[in-house]
């Protein structure tokens, strides 16, 4: 498992780390990675439940860019090894493609956010590990075993019961999540070759860069003059998900995520009593049973693999795609 080094681990960083925790049981604290991924997701909820509160007031293309801008400053600590290793050519072609992508799925993951609830985003983000999996078989010549294709088949078992297309209409929001996660997949596959040359810090660096040009032609195109606290809150919106990504890493740093990730689980709970209470959304049952049933299959996965201490690994189900 790669771990970000220095101050780089407090960038925000919508990688997780590819390669199976091999420490030993000795080094293992399973409480406390349990501990800090509770945290973890106690934090990506707060980044879901402050875009949630915004709505429609700016529209979700600017939302995403003011949100990357403003979470610029978190490359500062960087911002000197950035200048100083300078990715080759290919690579910059690698960085494009990915921060081109990469807008499309933030830019859908922020309108998402304005048309369905706050358990149904935080569910279907869990689909997409699942598609990298798929990837990674398809186009990076990883080994889809029979205990692979079982979980894959599970979580698309989840997805329907969460969708339950034919008995209740689809809104935009559902398929914009579900362009979302086959998006943030692709980024993740591409994300994998690039740390082949470069460290996740600077891999996270120039993708916030590239996403924030990426982003600024639509933004600039819908502009709307925000408030203060719109601001506020977009950069609250970088704060939380930038810690978020810290508390994971110290939770893969402190047990394996064989043992951290059924915890994200958590998530979806969290996310569903705050669309009750503070948004006044229904309590959706298929939504949480479809959701478990993703993470239980990732769980699995994630199982398997640190047993078998194979080199990759599904990612984990906790992130979310901002």
Known sequence: MWRPRGSARLLHSPRIPWHANAMTDSQSRPLAGMLWMVATGVSFVAVTALVKSIGS????????FLRYVLGLVF?????????????????????????????????????????????????????????????????????????????????????????????????????????TALGFAISYLLAKRLVRDLSPGLVVAWLSIFVSIGLAPFAIAVWVTPSPWHLVVLFGVACFATLGHYTMTRAFQAAPMSVTQPVTFLQLVWATALGALVFGEAVDGFVVLGGGLIVAAISFLSWREARLRRGVITPSVSEPKT
Not at 57 to 64: C, N
Request: net charge positive; with cysteine; glycine share 8%.
């Open 57 to 64: 007031d700016i529209p979700a293309a600017q939302a995403a």
């Open 75 to 179: 490359i500062l600590p960087v911002l000197a090894s950035l200048l100083r290793t300078l990715p080759s050519r290919a690579n910059l072609s690698i960085f494009a493609l990915r921060g081109l992508i990469h807008t499309g799925a933030v830019i859908a993951w922020f309108f998402a956010m304005t048309q369905i609830p706050i358990a149904e985003v935080t569910a279907m983000n869990y689909f997409s590990p699942v598609y990298v999996t798929i990837g990674a078989a398809l186009f990076l010549g990883e080994k889809l075993a029979a205990r692979r294709i079982a979980a894959i088949c599970v979580a698309l078992l989840g997805a329907l019961i969460i969708l339950r297309p034919g008995f209740r209409e689809l809104s935009p929001g559902h398929f914009a999540m579900l362009g």
